[in-house]
C-alpha cells in the first residue's frame, strides 16, 4: 500500500532558527516528491523533486530527494513567523494518485 | 485567473441527506483529485481521474462516488452522509503525472 510518512509531526522554534522537517515515501512506480505549505486554507506549492541529490531552492527554504532511502528533506533557515504553517509532503506515482502525509506542525515564536 | 474553483464552501447536513460538491478547473488540467482533511490526518485521497473519462479510488473511497463530467469538471456526492464524513474537502487538478497540483479552496462540511 501506498504511503507517505512525515516528521516530526509537530515542531516549535524561535525566529532566526533553521529547520529540517523529513518525509519518507512508498509509492508505486514512484514519479516525483512534492512539499507544500498550508496556512488556513488550500495548500500553496513549494517544490517538486525528481531526481536524487539535486537540491531545489527558494530563498530561505531548499529541498533534496534521495531515491535510493525514499525520502527527503525540507529545509527552512532564518525562520520567520510567517513560516508557521503546516507543511505537507506528497509522493506521485505512474497512475496519477498523489498521496500525502500528515503533515508537520511549524510554529515559529517571535 | 479562476484556477479550480469548489462549491459550496461550506454545507451543513443531515444525516443521511445526499449532496455532491462541484469542483471545475479552467487550466485545460488533465487529472483532478478529490481529498478530505480531517485535524492531524493531512489529507487523504478519496478519489481521483488521471484523465477525462477515467476515474480511480484513493485511500478513502467508502461512502463517496464521483463523476468526471468533462475535462473542467469533477463532482464528489455522498449519496446517505454519516457524521463520520465532516471533514474540509479539498479538490485539486495537475496537468500530467506527478507535476504541481493546484487546489481549490476547500468545502467544509458538517453532517449532523
Known amino acids: 500500500e501506498d504511503k507517505v510518512v512525515q516528521s516530526p509531526l509537530s515542531l516549535v522554534v524561535h525566529e532566526g532558527d533553521t529547520v529540517t522537517l523529513n518525509c519518507s515515501y512508498e509509492?508505486?512506480?514512484?514519479?516525483?516528491l512534492l512539499w507544500y505549505k498550508q496556512e488556513k486554507k488550500a495548500p500553496t506549492f513549494l517544490f517538486m523533486l525528481?531526481?536524487?541529490?539535486i537540491e531545489k531552492k527558494s530563498g530561505r527554504l531548499s529541498s533534496i530527494l534521495d531515491k535510493k532511502e525514499l525520502f527527503s528533506i525540507l529545509n527552512i533557515t532564518a525562520t520567520q513567523t510567517g513560516d508557521s504553517a503546516v507543511y505537507l509532503c506528497?509522493?506521485?506515482?505512474?497512475?496519477?494518485?498523489?498521496?500525502f502525509g500528515t503533515g508537520t506542525l511549524l510554529a515559529v515564536q517571535p | 485567473n479562476a484556477g479550480v474553483t469548489q462549491t459550496p464552501k461550506f454545507q451543513v447536513l443531515k444525516t443521511g441527506q445526499s449532496m455532491t460538491l462541484q469542483c471545475a478547473q479552467d487550466?485545460?488540467?488533465?487529472?483532478m483529485y478529490w481529498y478530505r482533511q480531517d485535524p492531524g490526518m493531512g489529507l487523504r485521497l478519496i478519489y481521483y481521474?488521471?484523465?477525462?473519462?477515467?476515474?480511480d479510488k484513493g485511500e478513502v473511497p467508502n461512502g463517496y462516488n464521483v463523476s468526471r463530467l468533462n475535462k473542467r469538471e469533477f463532482s464528489l456526492r455522498l449519496e446517505s452522509a454519516a457524521p463520520s464524513q465532516t471533514s474540509v474537502y479539498f479538490c485539486?487538478?495537475?496537468?500530467?503525472?506527478?507535476?504541481?497540483?493546484?487546489f481549490g479552496q476547500g468545502t467544509r462540511l458538517t453532517v449532523v
Open positions: 485539486a487538478s495537475s496537468n500530467r503525472v506527478g507535476t504541481e497540483a493546484f
Open positions: 509509492v508505486t512506480n514512484f514519479r516525483s
Open positions: 525528481t531526481s536524487s541529490g
Open positions: 506528497a509522493a506521485g506515482g505512474a497512475t496519477n494518485k498523489l498521496i
Open positions: 487550466m485545460n488540467h488533465n487529472s
Open positions: 481521474s488521471a484523465s477525462e473519462g477515467t476515474t
